[in-house]
């Protein structure tokens, strides 16, 4: 079955700090679509990258990166030079054909970044 | 603006009482969905919609029920609401099933049933 880990629970770090947010996912389908969303204090949930299983080439948008690979499941999202407003609930999440692209959540990790 | 919007933002009901959540997307999305979100249990999908009066059930869908008789439309019915019901709702709405361009989300519904 899919299932999305995400082992850190939460993160303290002091602003302009590196840091790097793991996830681990489980699939059997050999096609599959990664996400990565931010939910912030205000509780909406913002959309950061989707990647597709056959792309496993590492992202970059400004502060942000991800690092997909498919050979230990993971797609780690590192943010460098974290600001306070990096601070928010942050969820990988998976889907796949075989559950009709049914959205996996992780449990999230949240992210505290101290001035 | 490209959004989903979500209504109301906060609710608060009585056992039993008949509620809708309206969820209205304005970028001709063929993919819609409402998922609820809960202290340690993590965001649940509960129905979703592949397309026009196309709608199947998620992975919590007892007590609720949908319809999308319309592309941009996709309410979420509790017809005999619940305490256990009490959640934060989250309607999504993407260009296809496999998020392409990614899911965007509505502003979320905040509902307490007493």
């Known amino acids: 079955a899919q299932k999305v880990t995400q082992a850190q629970t939460e993160i303290s770090v002091v602003e302009k700090e590196d840091v790097t947010l793991d996830c681990v996912y489980e699939?059997?389908?050999?096609?599959?679509?990664l996400f990565w969303y931010k939910q912030p204090p205000s509780g909406e949930l913002v959309f950061l990258i989707r990647?597709?299983?056959?792309d496993e080439q590492n992202e970059i948008s400004g502060r942000y990166s991800w690092n997909f690979q498919k050979s230990t499941s993971s797609f780690n999202f590192t943010i460098t030079a974290s600001q306070v407003v990096d601070s928010a609930v942050y969820f990988c999440?998976?889907?796949?054909?075989?559950?009709?692209?049914?959205?996996?959540w992780g449990a999230g990790t949240k992210l505290i970044i101290k001035p | 603006e490209a959004q989903v919007t979500q209504n109301p933002r906060y609710l608060i009901t009585v056992t039993g009482k008949k509620l809708t959540v309206t969820c209205s997307q304005n970028?001709?999305?063929?993919?819609m969905s409402w998922y609820r979100q809960d202290p340690g249990l993590g965001l649940r999908q509960i129905y979703y919609s592949m397309n026009v009066e196309v709608t199947d059930k998620g992975d919590v869908p007892e007590g609720y029920k949908v319809s999308r008789k319309e592309k941009r439309n996709f309410p979420l019915i509790l017809e005999s609401p619940s305490p256990n019901q009490t959640s934060l709702y989250f309607c999504?709405?993407?260009?296809?099933?496999?998020?392409?361009?990614?899911?965007?989300f509505g502003s979320g519904t905040r509902l307490t049933v007493v």
């Open positions: 970028m001709n999305h063929e993919y």
């Open positions: 990647r597709n299983s056959f």
């Open positions: 999504a709405s993407s260009l296809s099933p496999t998020g392409e361009g990614g899911y965007t």
């Open positions: 699939t059997r389908d050999t096609t599959y679509y």
């Open positions: 999440a998976l889907s796949e054909p075989g559950s009709n692209y049914q959205l996996i």
